[in-house]
Each structure stands twice: as structure tokens, then as C-alpha cells.
């Protein structure tokens, strides 16, 4: 009978509420939208920190850079000798790459020499990697690869630094599962990249450290920052971190752009919510003059709340899903994209934390019953003779 | 038996109906979200290997400009570092954070604009 009693005022409640249709409607469709747009920034933002940290963890322990008049410069190989005799270091081994503008398209690609002639059967990489002293070969990018219409075996040039043209045959091509890693990447030769670059001999782009116990990582940064004063050492974790402060930054940038929009549905719930119209203090009135019960009253004000906010809020997480894993944050990309000519296709894995779905439901769906509530406490209270006079 | 249309049904019931379906395909989709990972867990093996071999560094989210195709392999500065008094001007650098230079403790100070009673110039 109980149960009865509350479907009974809950059926009421719907019946109030489609008698104003067009401004409950309103409502739920600002509230939505408000919910997609938090839940999208918060999707997008964790999916791409968890990304990074999981991916950047096998990038390298420890770079060594050389910095000459405050920019980053070529780094002697002769150092690999004296940095490989400080306690705790395992390997160093040197790094070639850099970049390549294409004027054909107005692209800046990433050159990186292979040192190893790896992934043989990795499923992201069609085809192979060139051999270190292959010459004349190259692997490229899902964006390179579209952008240039190219696909394995097809031959392309690139400029050297000389002006002469070098051809390239295409041995591999990168699957776009691994674009947000290597879209705009063409790997060369080791040999071939000294050729195009014109790289003086006995120099690289920078030094990679190899450590023996990765808690020494950073004190063997310290010796080497003492030891050579110009070069830069850089920690894997400042790598994921500087990742972090990225995503934290765009997604509270993107969450500014949208502050606007929420002070105006904050201002329209408050103001909905804290004052009632005097059609509703009368309905109020007669429903306690029927003899409905100051509890019933506030039973029917809480299920306005929950109708409302909890609509909005379920709509608005699969909005915002749907959003950032089928639509690949499409309304956020102009921000994130820049001028880039070649970028990835976002195919982010959907990373979810539940503690931020429980703090947005927080957030949202109690403050919004709890405004419902407190000003229909305080006219219920009063006598309904008043209330129905006005 | 035949089934009651939805024009008869109680409204509590179409709005229980409503949020049931509503929170169905949110178990839906995270079903699916776990799948999707599970399937991601495999092709993450690939992307490190990827990373490990080539030694990356950076995720391609932006390829405008160098700063921002490599945010962590690049200057302090080198958001004006293009070419003698360039601005910055790639959309892209407005939404990379400038480094927290909070613990250096600098402030701009800004004086009040006085002139000098004995000969009247600015100060």
C-alpha cells in the first residue's frame, strides 16, 4: 500500500510537470547539454592522461641533450664514453631525428633514424622497418600515407640539405591504431638520415641513457648535468608529467570556454528552483487544502528534482560517451588540432573513472534536488488559506 | 494477453521504463568500454614496442609547430623561439601550459606614477 502511496504522488508529480511542459523540456535539455560537455571534457581528458602514462612508460629513461647559446644543439658521440663510466649507467647509445617540411603540402613531418631493425611481426605496422644500413627505404605514418596518397611500395622524395632529391621506396606503413604515435613519422637509415640532414660526423641529435636501477635515474642526471654543464638531461617521468600539466591545461582551457553556458544554467536552476511562482504556491495550497500532508508536499517536490536532474544526467553521460569515443571528441577537435596538416585520428580507448562519474553525479543531481526542495519546505509550512489567496 | 499500449500505462511506469532503458545503455557502454580495453590491452603491447624501438618521446597530437609536435623534448622559451621577435602564434601553444614557475617567486611590480617636485619630470 505504501509503495502505492508513492507512485500515486510520483504520477502526480509527471502530470504537474508536462502541465508545463515547454519549460521543464527547456530545462532538461540546457541541464543535458551542460552534463555532455563536463562528461565529454572529463572523458577526453582522463582517457588521453591514461594513454600517455601507459604508452610513454617504455619511452627512454633518461635523454641527454646539448644546449648551445640556450638552444638545443647536436650533441657530440664522444661524450656516450665518459657518461657510459658514471656508476649505474648500462647503455648509451645515440639518437637521430628531426623534422622535415614539406612544401608540397605544408606538412612538418618527423624524420627518425631505425637503429634497430625491429617489429617484425607488430600488428600496428604493415609491412617493416628499414634496416640501419638499408639505404633508400622507409616506414611511414597512417597521416604521412594519406597525405602524400602513398601506399607500400610506392616511392617518394625528399629534399636533402644540399638541394639534391633522395627517392624513397615505402617498405612499411603504420596502421592508424597507432596514429596518436606515429601519423606524421617517416623512419629512414641511420645512414640515409646523416645524408639528407648533412649531419657533421661524430654527432647526433642527442644521447640516450639506459640506467641499471631506474630509482638512480635521477642522481645519474645530476652527475651528468654537473659533469657537462651544457647539455640538458631529461627523465622519463618529467616526460609523463609534462603530459599530465598538457591535458590538465587544455581540458581546464576547453572547461573556460564553456564557464559562460554554466554560470547561465546555474543561474537559471538557482533561479528556478529558490523562488516559486505564484502558480506553484497556490498549487501548493490547494493540494494541503485537499488534504495532502506537509511530507507529501515536499515526497512530490523531490520527485520534480530527481525527474528532472536525473533525466539530464543519464542523457547527458551517453551523449558525452558517444561524444568522445564514437565521434572522436569532434566539437573539441578545432582546439586540440591547431594548424596542423597532418593529424591523428582520435581513437581513444575509453579510459573511464567511476570517481569522477560519481563526483559530476554529485555535483549536479543533488544540488539541483536539494534547491527543488528547501523554498517548497518553507511555503508548505505556511497556511494554505494564505497561499491560495496569494 | 494482449499487451496494454503505452497510452494506458501509468506515467510512473513509462518513467521508470524511460530511466531502466537510459541506465541499460550505460551498462552497455561499459561493457563495451571494457571489451574495447581488453582488446586496446593487446594492441598496447605493439604500441610500446613502437615507443621502445624508436625511442619516443611524444604523442602526435599537434605536428604545427616543433614545440608542439615535442612539448617535452623543448625550451623553456620556445614558444617565441621562431625567428627574432616572432609572437606566438600557433592556436595550438594557447592550450600547451607555459612550466610552473611558481617556486621561483617572481613578481611584477608595478609602481606608482610620480612626478618630481624639484624638476618636474615623470618618474
Known sequence: ?390 | MKIKSFKYLRKSTLFFLFIVLNVAIVVVLLIKSGSILSEHDNLRKDLEEIVRTLHLTDMVLSTDARYTRHPTQSDLFSAFQDYPGSIEHFPTGSVIAPPDFTSIGTFIKVHKFQRSATTGEHR
Open chain 1, 1 to 390: 500500500m505504501s509503495l502505492e502511496r508513492h507512485r500515486n504522488i510520483l504520477d502526480y508529480t509527471l502530470q504537474a510537470l508536462l502541465r508545463r511542459k515547454f519549460k521543464n523540456i527547456g530545462i532538461i535539455i540546457v541541464f543535458t547539454s551542460m552534463i555532455s560537455i563536463l562528461g565529454s571534457i572529463i572523458f577526453l581528458s582522463y582517457s588521453f592522461k591514461r594513454e600517455a602514462t601507459l604508452i610513454l612508460n617504455a619511452s627512454p629513461e633518461l635523454i641527454v641533450q646539448r644546449v648551445m647559446a640556450g638552444r638545443h644543439d647536436l650533441i657530440q658521440i664522444s661524450l656516450m664514453k665518459d657518461i657510459l663510466e658514471i656508476p649505474g649507467v648500462r647503455k648509451v647509445e645515440p639518437r637521430f631525428w628531426g623534422y622535415y617540411y614539406d612544401s608540397l603540402i605544408k606538412a612538418n613531418y618527423t624524420l627518425i633514424a631505425a637503429n634497430e631493425a625491429v617489429l617484425r611481426d607488430n600488428r600496428l605496422l604493415k609491412g617493416r622497418l628499414p634496416d640501419p644500413q638499408e639505404n633508400n627505404v622507409t616506414a611511414i605514418g597512417k597521416g604521412v600515407a594519406d597525405a602524400r596518397l602513398l601506399d607500400l611500395g610506392d616511392m617518394f622524395s625528399l629534399q636533402s640539405a644540399d638541394g639534391r632529391w633522395i627517392e624513397f621506396k615505402v617498405i612499411g606503413v603504420f596502421e592508424s591504431e597507432s596514429d596518436l604515435l606515429t601519423s606524421d613519422l617517416i623512419i629512414i637509415s641511420t645512414r640515409d638520415f646523416k645524408s639528407l640532414a648533412k649531419l657533421p660526423d661524430g654527432m647526433a641529435t642527442d644521447l640516450l641513457v639506459s640506467v641499471r636501477n631506474k630509482v638512480e635515474a635521477p642522481t645519474i642526471a645530476k652527475k651528468i648535468k654537473e659533469r657537462f654543464p651544457d647539455t640538458r638531461p631529461l627523465l622519463r617521468d618529467e616526460i609523463i608529467r609534462t603530459y599530465d600539466a598538457v591535458f590538465g591545461w587544455r581540458s581546464g582551457l576547453i572547461l573556460i570556454c564553456f564557464i559562460g553556458a554554466l554560470t547561465a544554467f546555474i543561474i537559471l536552476a538557482w533561479d528556478k528552483a529558490m523562488g516559486l511562482s505564484a502558480e506553484e504556491k497556490k498549487e501548493i495550497g490547494i493540494l494541503k487544502a485537499i488534504g495532502w500532508e506537509t511530507s507529501d508536499v515536499l515526497e512530490m517536490k523531490f520527485w520534480e528534482g530527481l525527474i528532472v536532474s536525473l533525466t539530464s544526467f543519464l542523457t547527458g553521460i551517453i551523449l558525452a560517451y558517444l561524444h568522445v569515443f564514437f565521434l572522436g571528441a569532434s566539437l573539441f577537435a578545432p582546439a586540440l588540432k591547431g594548424w596542423s596538416i597532418i593529424y591523428p585520428s582520435f581513437r581513444l580507448a575509453p579510459f573511464i573513472n567511476p570517481y569522477q562519474i560519481a563526483t559530476l553525479l554529485a555535483i549536479t543531481v543533488v544540488p539541483y534536488i536539494a534547491s527543488t526542495i528547501i523554498p517548497s519546505w518553507k511555503v508548505s509550512i505556511t497556511d494554505p488559506d494564505e497561499l491560495m489567496r496569494g
